[in-house]
């Protein structure tokens, strides 16, 4: 073979898996903008099958958006700070309607007010929330999560499932097994109607509540010390330190961020939906999970949007007509989503791709 | 017929990002020789290591070993073509002994799957068998006593620990042996020993040797060439002689150790 | 390298005696526990102790413990969709073996039916090894594409497929017209385990259907042998190369692939290997309670099972054997008898069976947090969790040391 070999000898050996992930990636990027083509296409179908079948089901997909989008930024919040799954971010959640609950509806009896009174009564069910979520989450990270920084990945993660056992079980033993529920608490009356269907208070609650909280929160994570303090020990958690933040008070701020948005999450659900069980928070933390995922973990944004996302295909696979798979598969549809990212875009949307091999 | 040049690489670049680890690197390693690649902290050296060994797949460029073209190709298929190394921080399997560690080194070599693993066939047996005499026989080839070997790696000393490690880069049966800093934290005694195993195991197991290295002693007692990184590009390349006299070098590399 | 029992003052030889001779007697305890049960034991002890077909349950439930610790203990990757495998040794045992397939006429081949009843009803024996066969694919076909994720990752994406699965089965009535599951109903008619009728012509102490004895001392035996194969399994291959690969990838899979190992193989083989023993024991417990349901199969036996690998002491097989028995007896047993001597010292009413998942969960958080190497942790383990591990990264330039 002589003294070494040629470039254009050594390319014609090149193997063929060399090539394999660069076409793999384009194979991947064509065959994800067709499907999203598809979506489209049919989305189209059927808003002009039902265009007042569609607004609704969108405006559903809108409110049940927003609580994804809630309860994900907690768990992207926790993970771009310690790289931990935190299992029990779904029973806070539960939590925060349970609690809320009681506020509005055992306590100060919101169901038998209205106008002013009402609305008074729902602020305090919203700040009682959102604080007992937010010190809950703090607590389970100081009580569960604190010692097993260190420690190889399983342990907190299995410790988180452990806590996520013992918050979603403690509801049960505080509220029982079964649904809490109330009558509707928002009147009917229309605000405006669009093509024959209505909408109130009672639709737009949750977009009136949901909007200004997010943006509060980015004003809190963008503009005040501790949001700063926050985004640096997600960064670098050495160097934050080195810099004179106190590492823990950021990660419980983490904590208390992510907790008291699951808990206006809660609210929310409990004021639109007026029920609430203890297992609420396995399937709802499980899809904002996914929405997470799906816009980036880490990203907040990208959580928000995600979020969004889920609450749309979730509805207009469950409420739109022509030619959708239909409620039963929608659980199977959004892990399916899940999976299909994890394996081909881990980043997510508006993640960071992460450029070392494996 | 064997190639003179057991690995060629050219132009390889490895970008992270934004950030050019290796930025057009030709680098070429005769079979047989010893050959040091040093510079300061950051040059790119362990990336450079991990693109030989298939743990990062350059961003351009090419590398031929042996012969065979690798880029794109796998871990455990490089280490089977080959290519065996040790690594700068160490990384035993602390929860199995010395002995295990050098076994799963010979991974690639042993060929017992799943069935023949159940059933316990003679082949198999014979093969566990033959493979735990060599594997003891690799340590004490490396200077480890025979005590240590049923400790768990983890509680072993430092100074047997590396002993370990080296022996399982051995067991891989490599014809291309890579060292991640070998002597970081070996006292003189222990350098000049360290030196003396090189060569030996170079002659007796027909390998061929490339160092990463900041014991500069080392470098240019062991090496027959050195190649010289800073911030990701090679800026000299050499006999030791040459490149601890090249100004560019000294410049660079501040840190050296004082060559007493 | 066996874990060995705590006697430091005991030499090696005597100790290996000592360990054999204490296997030899809970084996032999285990293998006459029912006749121990129906003759020797007081009215007592009896309230404590489960009878002979909980007793199969617990063993049942302990080979699928056995079975993860292939997954979590051995290869380290986090499974939280085990009952997956589970559910497809459930759903093979009822289309080899019930009139779930009555479409296709007749076949019976060694069954413990009667010739010409509808359906497939293959032997028992062959039925397990079909669920557990059918299973290992399905984890090759679930592992492929989801086991180069990175731990939590891995852990989410095996979650999903836990709930996919049964979702699938829900709605498996109904795929392009065809009914394939039977839908939310689940599937009944199921035949039982024996050795069918041709081999009890032939040897007439060995029952053709185990239904028809009058205790399930015959289902418990066959729940012990599986127990005794997937404990022989696990000694064999962890004293081999696929073994120590499993651990090294455990330990540090760079450095393993670094070392010849190919990671996706042997990750895969591991799954392949877990869910095997998944599939067998879904079949086994399947065949004896004569159907079965979507319902049965939720994120909570997965987690269950997981309970009991943590709680036995990851990889170490003794402890999982242990521990999977404890927790299930626990769970089938345990709590019952323990809320009925409760309610009966202190006059109460309280249901503890309802709230078994949460003293679970107290139990996996003090766990891990007190002693996250289990009851008899492998010597392994214990290096492993209690010590902090060095951060690394490939690629890292260390100052020089």
């Known amino acids: ?358 | 017929m064997t190639a003179e040049l057991l690995v060629d690489a050219r132009a390889i670049r490895k970008e992270f990002g934004g950030l050019v680890a290796c930025n057009d690197i030709d680098f070429t390693v005769e079979r047989g020789a010893i050959v040091s690649l040093i510079g300061p902290n950051g040059a790119g050296k362990t990336t450079f290591f991990n693109m030989l060994t298939g743990a990062y797949t350059p961003t351009s460029g090419e590398i031929v070993f042996d012969g065979r073209d690798i880029v794109g190709l796998p871990q455990h298929k490089i280490t089977a073509l080959g290519i065996g190394r040790t690594f700068q921080n160490i990384r035993l399997f602390g929860a199995m002994t010395a002995l295990e560690n050098v076994l799963v080194g010979m991974h690639s070599r042993l060929r017992s799957g799943l069935f023949r693993s159940l059933a316990r066939t003679p082949l198999q047996r014979r093969e566990e068998k033959d493979g735990r005499a060599q594997a003891r026989e690799l340590l004490a080839y490396c200077g480890l006593s025979p005590r240590a070997e049923q400790q768990y790696a983890r509680h072993l000393a430092y100074g047997d620990q590396r002993r370990v490690e080296v022996a399982r880069a051995l067991a891989t049966n490599p014809k291309l042996l890579l060292l991640d800093e070998p002597t970081a934290g070996m006292n003189p005694k222990e350098t000049i020993a360290f030196v003396d195993f090189v060569r030996k195991a170079r002659e007796e197991r027909g390998l061929t040797v490339l160092l990463i290295e900041h014991d500069m002693r080392v470098v240019v007692e062991v090496s027959e060439r050195v190649t010289v990184l800073d911030y990701g590009e090679k800026i000299a390349e050499g006999t030791p002689d040459e490149v601890t006299a090249d100004e560019r070098v000294r410049s660079a590399y501040l840190g050296t150790k004082p060559v007493s | 390298m066996r874990s060995r029992l705590r006697l430091p003052s005991v030499p090696p030889a005597t100790r290996t005696r000592l360990e054999r001779a204490l296997l030899a007697v809970c084996f032999c305890t285990l293998a006459l526990y029912p006749w121990l049960y129906s003759n020797y034991l007081s009215t007592t002890l009896t309230q404590w102790l489960p009878d002979t077909s909980t007793a199969f349950v617990i063993l049942a439930f302990t080979v699928m413990g056995l079975g993860l610790n292939f997954v979590v203990g051995y290869a380290g990757l986090l499974d939280l969709g085990y009952v997956a495998f589970f559910a497809a040794g459930a759903y093979v045992a009822g289309w080899l073996a019930s009139e779930q397939f009555a479409n296709a006429g007749s076949v019976v081949f060694g069954g413990t039916v009667l010739p010409k009843t509808p359906g497939i009803h293959l032997s028992p024996w062959l039925v397990l090894l079909a669920a557990a066969l059918f299973s290992a694919l399905l984890g090759v076909v679930i592992g492929v594409p989801t086991l180069r994720l990175r731990g939590d990752y891995l852990a989410i994406v095996t979650l999903g497929f836990g709930e996919i699965i049964p979702q699938f089965v829900r709605n498996g009535d109904n795929l392009g017209g065809f009914n394939l599951t039977n839908g939310a109903f689940g599937m009944n008619g199921i035949d039982g385990l024996g050795f069918g009728n041709t081999v009890h012509h032939a040897i007439h102490t060995l029952p053709s259907n185990f239904l028809n004895e009058l205790d399930s001392r015959w289902y418990y035996w066959t729940a012990l042998a599986l127990v005794v194969v997937t404990i022989v399994t696990s000694l064999l291959l962890r004293d081999s190369r696929l073994g120590r690969a499993w651990i090294a990838i455990r330990e540090d899979e760079d450095a393993a692939a670094a070392m010849g190992v190919p990671l996706m193989r042997t990750k895969t083989l591991s799954y392949a290997i877990g869910a095997f023993f998944g599939g067998a024991a879904g079949a086994m417990i399947t065949l004896q309670a004569g159907a079965t349901s979507p319902d049965a199969f939720s994120l909570q036996v997965s987690i269950f099972v997981l309970c009991m690998v943590i709680l036995g002491g990851i990889g170490n097989v003794w402890g999982v054997t242990l521990g999977g028995i404890l927790l299930a007896y626990v769970n089938y047993k345990g709590l019952f008898a323990a809320g009925n001597t409760f309610n009966s010292t202190f006059g109460t009413n309280v249901d503890i069976s309802q709230y078994a998942y949460l003293i679970y969960g107290v139990a996996i958080v003090l766990f891990m947090l007190v002693r996250p190497e289990g009851l008899i942790p492998s010597a392994r383990r214990r290096a492993e969790l209690v010590e902090e591990p060095e951060e690394e990264n490939v690629g890292a330039e260390a100052s020089p040391a």
């Open chain 1, 1 to 358: 073979m002589g003294t070494g070999v040629g470039t254009a000898a050594a390319s014609s050996r090149r193997p063929i898996l060399a090539l394999v992930p660069r076409i793999r990636s384009r194979a991947v990027t064509a065959l994800g903008i067709l499907l999203l083509g598809l979506v489209a296409f049919w989305l189209v179908e059927n808003a002009v099958h039902d265009i007042g079948q569609f607004g609704l089901v969108t405006l559903n997909g809108i409110t049940n958006g927003s609580i994804y989008a809630l309860v994900a930024i907690g768990y992207t919040l926790v993970y771009g700070i310690l790289e931990l799954i935190n299992f029990a971010h779904g029973d806070v959640f539960s939590w925060g309607a349970m609690i809320a609950y009681s506020v509005a509806i055992s306590w100060l009896g919101a169901d038998h007010h209205s106008g002013i009174e009402l609305f008074g009564i729902l602020a305090v069910a919203l700040l009682c929330a959102g604080a007992f979520c937010a010190t809950l989450n703090i607590a389970v990270e100081r009580v569960a999560y604190r010692r097993l920084r260190n420690a190889p990945r399983l342990a907190p993660l299995i410790t988180a499932i452990g806590m996520s056992f013992v918050l979603s079980n403690a509801i049960a033993v505080v509220y029982g097994f079964n649904y809490v529920s109330s009558e509707p608490l928002l009147s009917r009356r229309a605000l405006f109607t669009i093509e024959g269907q209505s909408y109130g208070w009672d639709k737009l609650i949750v977009l009136l509540i949901t909007v200004p909280t997010l943006m509060s929160l980015m004003v809190v994570v963008k503009r005040t010390r501790w949001g700063k303090a926050m985004r640096a020990t997600a960064q670098n958690r050495d160097a934050a330190r080195l810099m004179g933040i106190d590492v823990d008070r950021a990660i419980a701020f983490a904590f208390g961020i992510g907790g008291a948005l699951a808990g206006i999450g809660g609210f929310v659900y409990l004021v639109y939906f007026t029920q609430g069980r203890f297992d609420l928070g396995f399937q709802i933390g499980l899809f904002a999970f996914t929405a997470a995922v799906l816009g980036g973990i880490g990203n907040i944004l990208g959580a928000a949007l995600g979020g969004y996302l889920i609450g749309f295909i979730e509805n207009y696979n469950s409420g739109l007509t022509w030619h959708a798979p239909g409620p039963s598969w929608t659980e199977s549809l959004i892990f399916i989503l899940l999976i299909l990212i994890l394996v081909f875009r881990p980043h997510g949307l508006l993640g960071e791709e992460l450029s070392t091999r494996s």
